[in-house]
C-alpha cells in the first residue's frame, strides 16, 4: 500500500489538491504564487509577501539566513490549510512558500496565498495563514548585522505584528 497516497485520500479533501506547500532555496515569485492560488471560483487572491528589511528593532540588518526542518514545515502548511478550511469553508486554495538559505535586504522570505470566493474571507485566512506558520513552523533564521555579529532566532520568537 502506498501510504502517502492513502493519507492523501484520506485526510485531504479533494478540493484541496491545488494547494501547494514548499520549502525552497529558490527566489520565490509573486506571480508565481499568485497563478497557484488563482481559481475561476475566486472573487479575490490574497497575497502575502514577506521580505528581508534593513533592520530589527533599530539595529542594521545586512542579510538574514533561513534553515528548517522541512518535512515537518510542509506538514505544518498542511495543518495550517487544514484548518483555514474549517474556518473559512469557501477557500478554493492555500499556497504557502518559504525560503531558506541566504537571503539579501528586499528579498522575499515567505509568500502565503489564499484564493476564495470572497475578499473578506480570503483576507481572514490569509491573515491567519502567516500569524499560525509564524508561531508554528520549525524554521529558524539568523539575522546577519552591519557590525558583522550575528545570532539565531526561531521565527515563531519574532513579533507577530512585524
Not at 72 to 83: H, K, L, S
Not at 114 to 139: M, S, W
Request: hydrophobic share 40%.
Amino acid at each position: 500500500m502506498n501510504y502517502g497516497a492513502a493519507l492523501s485520500i484520506n485526510t485531504v479533501p479533494q478540493r484541496n489538491r491545488q494547494d501547494s506547500f514548499a520549502i525552497t532555496f529558490a527566489p520565490l515569485s509573486v506571480e508565481e504564487i499568485y497563478t497557484l492560488a488563482d481559481d475561476e471560483a475566486n472573487g479575490a487572491v490574497v497575497l502575502m509577501s514577506g521580505t528581508v528589511r534593513n533592520q530589527t528593532e533599530g539595529k542594521a540588518v545586512v542579510a538574514l539566513e533561513y534553515q528548517a526542518y522541512e518535512p515537518m514545515a510542509v506538514r505544518v502548511f498542511q495543518q495550517i490549510a487544514t484548518e483555514i478550511r474549517r474556518q473559512w469553508p469557501d477557500v478554493n486554495r492555500v499556497v504557502i512558500h518559504h525560503r531558506v538559505g541566504r537571503l539579501e535586504v528586499g528579498e522575499i522570505s515567505v509568500l502565503v496565498a489564499v484564493g476564495c470566493p470572497h475578499r473578506r474571507e480570503a483576507f481572514a485566512a490569509c491573515q491567519y495563514g502567516i500569524d499560525t506558520l509564524k508561531h508554528n513552523v520549525p524554521i529558524w533564521k539568523k539575522e546577519h548585522w552591519a557590525d558583522g555579529s550575528s545570532s539565531w532566532v526561531n521565527i515563531g520568537a519574532c513579533e507577530v505584528a512585524g
